[in-house]
């Protein structure tokens, strides 16, 4: 698997899905308590607001530029940059076409 080749794939078909986004888990699920998912946003759409414990999510960008909202904090991310958001609520937006690989651990 090479998360660049599924992020370029997944950044497509975002393009041309109506909601504009596309993902796929490269592990985990619901009988795992680490999750993680290559997500794709076409430029101008965002992830929804969500909570997660501080150091229990990470987000690596992979391609395009994203933005990352936390309260009133705001940080740009391109390739490479890699976010662990601080606990509380937050939200992704695709600044260009995106792709991210989104890490979360699940409490058991």
């Keep these: 698997m090479n998360l660049f080749t599924l992020a370029e794939t997944h950044t497509g078909l975002a393009t041309q899905a109506p909601a504009r986004r596309s993902a796929v888990t490269v ?6 308590a ?19 414990p501080g150091g229990e999510t990470t987000v690596l960008v992979l391609h395009g530029n994203i933005r990352l909202v936390t309260g009133a904090q705001q940080q740009s991310g391109a390739p490479g940059d890699y ?8 939200r992704i937006e695709a600044e260009t076409d995106a792709a991210i690989l989104f890490t979360h651990v699940v409490p058991r």
Excluded: I, K, Y
């Design 27 to 32: 592990h985990g699920g619901h009988e795992h």
């Design 83 to 90: 976010f662990v958001p601080a606990a509380g609520r937050h």
């Design 34 to 52: 680490l999750r993680q998912t290559v997500m794709a946003l076409s430029q101008g759409e965002h992830l929804h607001e969500t909570e997660h």
